[in-house]
């Protein structure tokens, strides 16, 4: 392989939310009550904050206001929508630390059916550059552009006037080697898999001492799929994710709000068990991990070999807090916390947002806490976006 490749390997594993860490695939009966034990799955740019407003809050989504961007965090939330319909696009350039070609861009739009139901689209595409594989004597053998895309549509419905649910069904690929396949080391096709989005919302205002405030809770099952396989040997989970949130908004005065967000987020899919270095049959500590979803996303809760403690490790939290002035001009700040056992990502984010009748444009970045060498310091992300009211029918005459 050449150096290309070796760097791309490297980069693709640094992706996974739970892979930034490189553990190894054996793990010694010393290392249960701390050590790296991170989880594995595919296709880990579905777990990618893909617009700027959530990504200038610690990547917090489930209860925010709702938005255009709203599929990835809670689809739920766009029959809360107060607009009829919206378009957005956002853009990020991944991993410039290390390398210049790599972005994620998401294009997303919903429309409100009636004042019950709306209906919604994202396209998520992830490109890694171009890609030369070379044989054993280093000659170029085929240039190829990996990427990945998902491509979702959901329905959101009220049940009432303070809640409302919603679901989605999503289709991905992932093309990693254009079907490129080297003498000895099997044929590697592009993988695919299918899954669906289960979400609730809940908002209700409440006032305290004659001001107002609004707080609101979320809860999305994102992701429950099929297995993804690249070959004929091995299938991989796709990143199942449960996440719960809250919101608390405050409406200081008839120019300033601030809203305080707070999201915990935990993947259920199994937890790799400690096995036996002489036996790899054997499993000394946790469970088998290559099990069907469904008994995957149950066992994920208590499947990890260091118990419940390391169970709790398993969960990551991000907070956020965002500054409305006038309804135009928004400040965002955030951080996102996950343990050093299960990836290790910590970092501050910051962002703004200006919003002008139908136009929205919002920024986000993100730096490293401190003392932590991430390749994805400096990360930031673009969004634009529109939102519109229906064109309304002239009163009748009496």
Same mark, same amino acid.
Request: hydrophobic content about 35%; aromatic content about 14%; some cysteine.
């Given at each position: 392989? *050449?150096?290309?490749?070796?760097?791309?390997?490297?980069?693709?594993?640094?992706?996974?939310?739970?892979?930034?860490?490189? /553990?190894?695939?054996?793990?010694?009966?010393?290392?249960?009550?701390?050590?790296?034990?991170?989880?594995?799955?595919?296709?880990?740019?579905?777990?990618?904050?893909? %617009?700027?407003?959530? !990504?200038?809050?610690? %990547?917090?989504?489930?209860?925010?206001?709702?938005?255009?961007?709203? +599929?990835?965090?809670?689809?739920?939330?766009?029959?809360?929508?107060?607009?009829?319909?919206?378009?957005?696009?956002? $853009?990020?350039?991944?991993?410039?630390?290390?390398?210049?070609?790599?972005?994620?861009? =998401?294009?997303?739009?919903?429309?409100?059916?009636?004042?019950?139901?709306?209906?919604?689209?994202?396209?998520?595409?992830?490109?890694?550059?171009?890609?030369?594989?070379?044989?054993?004597?280093?000659?170029?053998?085929?240039?190829? /552009?990996?990427?990945?895309?998902?491509?979702?549509?959901?329905?959101?419905?009220?049940?009432?006037?303070?809640? *409302?649910?919603?679901?989605?069904?999503? =289709?991905?690929?992932?093309?990693?080697?254009?079907?490129?396949?080297?003498?000895?080391?099997?044929?590697?096709?592009?993988?695919?898999?299918?899954?669906?989005?289960?979400?609730? $919302?809940?908002?209700? #205002?409440?006032?305290?001492?004659?001001?107002? $405030?609004?707080?609101?809770?979320?809860?999305?099952?994102?992701?429950?799929?099929?297995?993804?396989?690249?070959?004929?040997?091995?299938?991989?989970?796709? #990143?199942?994710?449960?996440?719960?949130?809250?919101?608390?908004?405050?409406?200081?005065?008839?120019?300033?709000?601030?809203?305080?967000?707070?999201?915990?987020?935990?993947?259920?899919? #199994?937890?790799?068990?400690?096995?036996?270095?002489?036996?790899?049959?054997?499993?000394?500590? @946790?469970?088998?991990? %290559?099990?069907?979803?469904?008994?995957?996303?149950? +066992?994920?809760?208590?499947?990890?070999? !260091?118990?419940?403690?390391?169970?709790? &490790?398993?969960?990551?939290?991000?907070?956020?807090?965002?500054?409305?002035?006038?309804?135009?001009?928004?400040?965002?700040?955030?951080?996102? %916390?996950? &343990?050093?056992?299960? @990836?290790?990502?910590?970092?501050?984010?910051?962002?703004? !947002?200006?919003?002008?009748?139908?136009?929205?444009?919002?920024?986000? $970045?993100?730096?490293?806490?401190?003392? +932590?060498?991430?390749?994805?310091?400096?990360?930031?992300?673009?969004?634009?976006?529109?939102?519109?009211?229906?064109?309304?029918?002239?009163?009748?005459?009496?």
């Amino acid at each position: 392989m *050449s150096n290309r490749i070796k760097l791309f390997a490297i980069i693709f594993t640094c992706l996974s939310t739970t892979n930034h860490v490189f /553990s190894q695939g054996q793990i010694g009966i010393d290392e249960l009550s701390g050590g790296l034990n991170s989880l594995r799955h595919a296709v880990p740019f579905l777990v990618i904050a893909p %617009d700027s407003r959530a !990504g200038a809050m610690g %990547d917090v989504g489930a209860a925010s206001t709702p938005d255009v961007n709203s +599929q990835h965090w809670n689809p739920a939330k766009y029959a809360f929508a107060d607009k009829e319909w919206g378009a957005a696009l956002s $853009y990020t350039p991944w991993l410039r630390n290390l390398i210049n070609d790599i972005n994620l861009t =998401y294009l997303g739009g919903y429309m409100k059916i009636d004042d019950m139901q709306a209906v919604s689209a994202t396209l998520l595409y992830f490109s890694m550059g171009d890609i030369t594989f070379t044989n054993e004597a280093n000659v170029p053998q085929q240039t190829h /552009s990996p990427n990945e895309f998902a491509f979702d549509v959901a329905y959101s419905r009220k049940f009432a006037d303070k809640i *409302s649910g919603a679901i989605a069904f999503r =289709y991905i690929r992932s093309d990693l080697t254009g079907g490129y396949s080297q003498q000895g080391q099997g044929s590697f096709t592009a993988g695919s898999a299918v899954a669906a989005d289960v979400s609730m $919302y809940y908002q209700t #205002p409440l006032v305290i001492n004659n001001k107002n $405030y609004e707080t609101a809770l979320g809860i999305n099952i994102s992701n429950i799929g099929s297995k993804l396989s690249y070959n004929e040997e091995k299938k991989d989970f796709i #990143p199942i994710n449960m996440r719960v949130g809250g919101r608390f908004t405050s409406k200081i005065d008839e120019y300033n709000s601030v809203t305080f967000l707070l999201d915990f987020n935990k993947l259920l899919v #199994p937890t790799p068990p400690v096995r036996d270095p002489e036996d790899q049959t054997v499993i000394l500590a @946790g469970k088998e991990s %290559d099990v069907p979803v469904p008994t995957g996303m149950f +066992q994920s809760f208590y499947d990890a070999p !260091g118990g419940f403690s390391e169970e709790l &490790h398993e969960i990551s939290y991000s907070g956020g807090i965002e500054y409305w002035y006038s309804g135009q001009f928004a400040i965002r700040a955030g951080y996102f %916390d996950e &343990h050093s056992t299960k @990836g290790n990502r910590k970092y501050f984010t910051v962002g703004a !947002g200006l919003k002008y009748n139908v136009f929205n444009l919002d920024f986000a $970045y993100l730096m490293p806490r401190s003392g +932590q060498a991430n390749p994805l310091a400096n990360t930031v992300r673009f969004s634009l976006s529109f939102e519109f009211e229906r064109a309304r029918k002239g009163a009748k005459k009496r």
